[in-house]
């Protein structure tokens, strides 16, 4: 059962501009949001999470939007940079031990 | 501050046999995770381990199994594998309760591919 679903395979956006990554999930009882970014050849590495009463959250230039009445969160980066090009995974745990990932997006910037 | 090692890298089994993945966690970290992640998806929760005994598990049949021990390392072992079990298979580790808040930390992932 796809409880987290990432519906953009790929995203390519021009550096500086506003990358946007799409999420959706199905399990209301998710209470914590997170996103991994992953490089070739390693493991996902965690960026920026969210708990289900808030519905934004900020760390530089990364941030992640949650729409609970959608069950819909967002990451939003900005300015874009070579860099960033990932792959992008949405995860979502309703306990401590039961994360659940989206399929990833793989955004390219372009410099 | 030493991350998640895990070994073999890349593995080549033949369907039938059994394999032993192994992972060290992080130092501080008395939680570890394992997942699968097959090509062009996400990973998949397998299980995990907190105090050396299962804590939660995915759908995964029973031919899945793993231990942790006092040092909070970990193994995974698949027996009678399948074409299906070709996989990245990635071990996760954090401190108890906070792996939702601050995120796991991931090892590299061992490669295993089964023919």
């Known amino acids: 059962d796809q409880q987290v679903k990432q519906n953009s395979p790929s995203l390519s956006v021009q550096e500086g501009r506003i990358s946007i990554l799409n999420c959706d999930y199905t399990?209301?009882?998710?209470?914590?949001f997170l996103w991994y970014k992953k490089y070739p050849a390693e493991g996902p590495t965690f960026l920026i999470s969210i708990s289900s009463i808030k519905d934004k959250n900020e760390d530089g230039r990364f941030t992640v939007f949650l729409n609970k009445s959608a069950k819909h969160l967002s990451l939003h980066i900005v300015p874009s940079q070579p860099g960033d090009s990932a792959v992008y995974f949405c995860?979502?745990?309703?306990?401590?031990?039961?994360?659940?990932f989206g399929a990833g997006t793989r955004l390219t910037v372009k410099p | 501050e030493t991350g998640v090692t895990q070994s073999p890298t890349h593995l080549i089994k033949t369907r039938g046999q059994q394999v032993t993945l192994r992972c060290s966690s992080q130092s501080g970290h008395n939680t570890v995770s394992w997942y699968q992640q097959a090509l062009g998806q996400g990973p998949q929760f397998i299980f995990q381990?907190?105090?050396?005994?299962?804590?939660g598990r995915g759908n995964f049949p029973p031919r899945f199994s793993g231990l942790q021990f006092p040092n909070y390392s970990s193994e995974l072992n698949v027996n009678a594998l399948e074409l299906d079990d070709s996989a990245l298979y990635l071990c996760?580790?954090?401190?108890?309760?906070?792996?939702?808040?601050?995120?796991?930390?991931f090892g590299s992932g061992t490669r295993l591919t089964v023919v």
């Open positions: 381990y907190y105090r050396e005994e299962e804590n």
């Open positions: 995860a979502a745990s309703a306990s401590n031990n039961d994360m659940r």
């Open positions: 996760a580790s954090s401190a108890v309760g906070l792996g939702s808040r601050s995120g796991y930390t």
């Open positions: 399990n209301s009882m998710f209470d914590y």
